[in-house]
C-alpha cells in the first residue's frame, strides 16, 4: 500500500539519517482495519503522515473517511461533534477558572473514555495545551502532550505533528524554569517529533511548502532559546535538521532576521563552525543575506584584532601561532582595505591612494582571549610598482619569498589582483612562485576592486583570463577565484568560507 516510489530519493546524509529513522517501517503498513474502521478524519485524502511514539516509529495511512466503513462505532459523527463542542467548552471554562490540575484531568479522563469517539481529538488537545502554557503551567503542557502522544500510537486521527503547537512548547520548555532533567527530556521529546516532521517533510516537499517554513521558524528559533537557556548541546542536532530542511529550496524560506539572530547568538557563544553551517542554510534556501548577516559573521569570527607588529625580516616575525593568514598582492590593489573589512574595521590596517603605504609584514592578532581561536592576519606591502627605491623593493620581494616558504604556521594565502585589469606580470610570477611551494598551504586567488568592473561580462572574462594564468603558471585550475569589494563589501562571506578552514584546524567548535 504505501509505495517506495512515493519517497524521494534523500538528498542529503543528513536526510538519510532522518529517513533511517523511518524507512524500515515504512515497507509495513500499520493500517490495521479496526484502525480504518476507528479512523474519524473527515477532510484527509489519502496520504502519509510520520507517526510519532516513542521507541519506534511508523508511518500510517490515514485514509479519506468517506472510504471507511464506521460500523463498530456506536457514536455518529453528530454525536461526536457535540462531545468535541461540549469537552472545548469545559476546556475554556476551566482555563478561565484557572483551574489547570481540573483541565488535565479533564482530558485523561476522556481519554479512558470506553467509545473511541468520545475521546479528545487533536484540536481539544491543542487547545488544552496552549491553556496549560497561558496559566503558565508548562509541567502540565507537557503531561498533556505526552497524554496526547500517547493517544496518538493507536488513533492516526490525532494530527501526528504540531508544529506551532510544538514551537510553544519548546519555547515555553526553555524560558520557564522548569527543572534541568525535566527540560532536557521534554526537549528531546519535541525533538523527536519535529525529526519526524522533518522526515516527512522531506518525502513530500511540494505538499508542504508552508511547513518548510514553519519548521525552518521553529527549528531556528529552538537555537535562539537554547543558547538563551545556556543549553547548547542540542545545537548541532537542531542545526543538522534545520540543514535538512533547508535542502528543500526556496520553499524553505524564511525571513532573514531569523537566520542572522541565529548567527549573531552562535557566534556570541563561540559556535563558529555552527555560524557557518546557519549561513550555508542561508544559500540552500535562497535567502538573500543582508548587511547585518555578515556584520554577525565578522563579530563572531573577529571578537578582538589588534596591530601587534610590523616585522621587516624573517628574524622579526613575531613567535607562530596556531595559524597565519597573508595578503599579497600588487601595490594598490586593497590588501590593505581588504583587512579591514574582513574584520568589519574601519581603519584597523592603514589604506591609501599612493602605492606603497604598508611597508612591513603588519600583524594583527585576532581573538587574542581565546587562544583555541586566535590566529594571525598578515598585511603585506606591496609587489610591483611601489613608489620606494628598487633595493627596498628588492629586499620586501626577497622577504616575501622566504616567508610564503617556509613560515610553517601559515596556512592560507590571499593573492589579491585588480579586477579591472587581471593577473599583470609579477602576479604570474608570484602564481609560479606559489605553485611551488607544496601542498600545505591553501592559495586563493582575490579579485578586488569589483564594485569598478560591475558589467557581467567583464567579470566573466577577468575570471577566465585569471584562471588561464593560472594553468600557464602551473597552478591547480581548481584554485579558488573569490570576487570581492570593499567599497561594496561583496565577497565577505567567501573569505571567511576560505579562512574557516585554517580556523577548523585550529580545534574552534
Ligand atoms: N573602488 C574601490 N577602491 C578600493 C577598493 N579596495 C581598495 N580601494 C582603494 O585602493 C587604494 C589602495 O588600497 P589599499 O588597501 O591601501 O591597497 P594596498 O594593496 O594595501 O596597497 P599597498 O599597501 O600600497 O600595497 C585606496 O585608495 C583604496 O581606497 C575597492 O574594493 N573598491
Ligand atoms: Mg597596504
Not at 479522563?109 to 473511541?116: H, S, V, W
Not at 558589467?455 to 570576487?483: E, F, H, W, Y
Amino acid at each position: 500500500m504505501i509505495l517506495a516510489s512515493r519517497i524521494p530519493k534523500p538528498t542529503s546524509i543528513a536526510f538519510q539519517a532522518l529517513l533511517s529513522a523511518v524507512t524500515g517501517p515504512i515497507f509495513r503498513s500499520s493500517l490495521s482495519a479496526a484502525t480504518l474502521r476507528r479512523n474519524r478524519l473527515q477532510s484527509f485524502p489519502t496520504t502519509f503522515r510520520p507517526l510519532s511514539c516513542h521507541s519506534h516509529c511508523r508511518l500510517v495511512v490515514t485514509t479519506c473517511a468517506s472510504s471507511v466503513s464506521s460500523s463498530s462505532s456506536t457514536s455518529s459523527p453528530a454525536t461526536q461533534r457535540e462531545t468535541t463542542s461540549s469537552l472545548k467548552h469545559q476546556i475554556t471554562e476551566l482555563s478561565e477558572r484557572k483551574a489547570a490540575r481540573k483541565l488535565y484531568n479533564l482530558l485523561a479522563e476522556a481519554e479512558e473514555a470506553e467509545d473511541p469517539l468520545n475521546r479528545p481529538d487533536s484540536s481539544a488537545y491543542r487547545s488544552a495545551i496552549r491553556s496549560q502554557l497561558r496559566l503558565k503551567r508548562p509541567d502540565l503542557a507537557l503531561d498533556l502532550y505526552r497524554l496526547r502522544r500517547k493517544a496518538q500510537q493507536a488513533r492516526p486521527d490525532i494530527v501526528s505533528c504540531d508544529v506551532p503547537l510544538i514551537s510553544s512548547l519548546l519555547r515555553m520548555t526553555l524560558r520557564d524554569d522548569l527543572k534541568r532533567k525535566d527540560r532536557s527530556t521534554a526537549f528531546e521529546m519535541l525533538l523527536e517529533d519535529l525529526r519526524h516532521d522533518c522526515a516527512y517533510i522531506a518525502n513530500n516537499r511540494e505538499e508542504n511548502r508552508e511547513r518548510l517554513s514553519q519548521v525552518m521558524a521553529v527549528l531556528l528559533s529552538a537555537v535562539k532559546s537554547l543558547l538563551e537557556s545556556g543549553e547548547a548541546n542540542a545545537i548541532p542536532q537542531l542545526i543538522e535538521m534545520a540543514r535538512g530542511v533547508a535542502e528543500g529550496g526556496k520553499n524553505a524560506a524564511v525571513e532573514i532576521g531569523l537566520y542572522n539572530t541565529a548567527i549573531r547568538m552562535l557566534g556570541k557563544n563561540k559556535m563558529l563552525e555552527s555560524v557557518f553551517e546557519v549561513l550555508d542554510m542561508v544559500r540552500l534556501a535562497q535567502v538573500k543575506p543582508d548587511n547585518e548577516t555578515f556584520e554577525f559573521l565578522a563579530n563572531a569570527a573577529v571578537r578582538q584584532v589588534r596591530f601587534v607588529k610590523g616585522a621587516v625580516s624573517m628574524d622579526t616575525l613575531p613567535e607562530p601561532l596556531g595559524a597565519e593568514v597573508a595578503f599579497v598582492g600588487r601595490s594598490n590593489v586593497g590588501k590593505s582595505s581588504l583587512v579591514n573589512m574582513i574584520c568589519n574595521r574601519k581603519a584597523l590596517a592603514y589604506v591609501s591612494g599612493r602605492p606603497g603605504k604598508t611597508q612591513q609584514f603588519n600583524y594583527f592578532l585576532v581573538n587574542e582571549r581565546s587562544p583555541e581561536t586566535q590566529f594571525y592576519l598578515v598585511d603585506l606591502p606591496g609587489v610591483g610598482y611601489a613608489k620606494v627605491p628598487i633595493p627596498v623593493k628588492e629586499e620586501w620581494l626577497r622577504f616575501m619569498r622566504q616567508y610564503l616558504k617556509h613560515r610553517t604556521s601559515l596556512r592560507i594565502v590571499f593573492h589579491l589582483i585588480d579586477g579591472r585589469h587581471g593577473a599583470l606580470a609579477d602576479d604570474e610570477q608570484l602564481m609560479q612562485e606559489i605553485a611551488g611551494y607544496g601542498k600545505g598551504l591553501q592559495y586563493v586567488l582575490v579579485l578586488t576592486k569589483m564594485d569598478k568592473a560591475d558589467k557581467q561580462r567583464a567579470k566573466r572574462s577577468v575570471m577566465d583570463k585569471t584562471r588561464a594564468a593560472l594553468v600557464r603558471n602551473g597552478c591547480s585550475p581548481d584554485i579558488p577565484i573569490v570576487l570581492t569589494s570593499a567599497s561594496s563589501r561583496l565577497g565577505r562571506d567567501d573569505m571567511w568560507r576560505h579562512m574557516q578552514g585554517a580556523l577548523r584546524s585550529l580545534g574552534s567548535k
